[in-house]
């Protein structure tokens, strides 16, 4: 199996205010000018902020290769498994909505997705079972529906999320990719600033730009990012979610969605 993974995370959740994404072709375009009667510009969706929060991290491994797993779990059942390649750099991604019952963890719709390379993404589906102990661990098993077959995980909780980061320390470059069940792009880098400001460029240089707030009981940042423009699958969507940094690893998560239904995420290691 391919997997890859992510070691012990240091921490926080939710960043980020409004970014707006200009996405492009890679060629360039003559001006136009528009007569009256063209039909006014696309607008982007309107902004949803985020609804859920985080409610646990583990770190741990894929028990059979030994490569590290970080499990960010979400209030509304909805979680993330994000996992690392040999080099230690995240590499994909196992998504999905799940059910927590007496310490059961079940989920029917699990994807495990890509965060190597640009383009559309076939995620393979899945079934995740395990189980849960608040404050302590989880554990369980992620079962293909093709013949890739089946591979176990085990994982111990992590409370630095709980510790909101001053943004001082979050400030940084960093390089890493963004997917959903139908995209991937891993050209993509965001610049954070001291006072929050966010700026990134696409390979094709499309501009990101954005603004890290609290949430309004401070106890992590929230992220609402716009795209606007261009021809990018994202063009004119928004994602809503929440971000966890990683001290030790010097990562920054962003996990949500896409127009408050597809799965998204962000993941970026500091370069600088």
Do not use: W
């Not at 799940?98 to 079934?127: E, F, H, K, M, V």
């Not at 979050?170 to 069940?181: N, P, V």
């Not at 699958?233 to 962003?254: E, H, Q, T």
Request: aromatic share 6%; charged share 15%.
């Amino acid at each position: 199996m391919r997997y890859s993974s992510p070691k012990r995370l240091g921490t926080i959740l939710l960043a980020s205010g409004a970014i707006a994404l200009s996405a492009c072709s890679g060629k360039q375009e003559p001006s136009v000018v528009k007569n009256r009667s063209d039909p006014p510009a696309q607008m982007p969706a309107p902004v949803v902020l985020p609804v859920t929060t985080m409610s646990d991290v583990f770190d741990g491994s894929f028990t059979d290769t030994a490569q590290p797993v970080t499990a960010l779990l979400q209030d509304d059942g909805s979680y993330y498994l994000v996992y690392s390649g040999n080099g230690q750099a995240p590499a994909g991604a196992i998504v999905g909505s799940a059910t927590r019952t007496n310490g059961g963890y079940a989920s029917a719709d699990a994807a495990d997705l890509s965060l190597i390379g640009t383009g559309s993404q076939t995620p393979a589906p899945a079934t995740l079972n395990g189980s849960i102990m608040a404050g302590k661990s989880f554990s369980g098993m992620v079962t293909y529906s093709s013949a890739r077959g089946a591979i176990a995980f085990s994982t111990t909780y992590n409370d630095a999320y709980t510790r909101m980061p001053p943004l001082s320390l979050l400030a940084g470059t960093y390089a890493g990719a963004i997917a959903t069940r139908s995209l991937k792009e891993d050209q993509l880098e965001l610049a954070i600033s001291a006072s929050g400001a966010v700026s990134s460029k696409l390979r094709c240089g499309c501009n990101v730009t954005a603004t890290l707030a609290p949430r309004s009981d401070g106890a992590a940042y929230i992220v609402t990012l716009q795209f606007v423009g261009g021809t990018h699958p994202l063009s004119n969507k928004s994602m809503a979610g929440n971000v966890y940094f990683d001290a030790a690893r010097k990562r920054v998560y962003i996990v949500g969605n896409v127009n408050g239904t597809e799965n998204a995420l962000f993941v970026g290691t500091r370069v600088r």
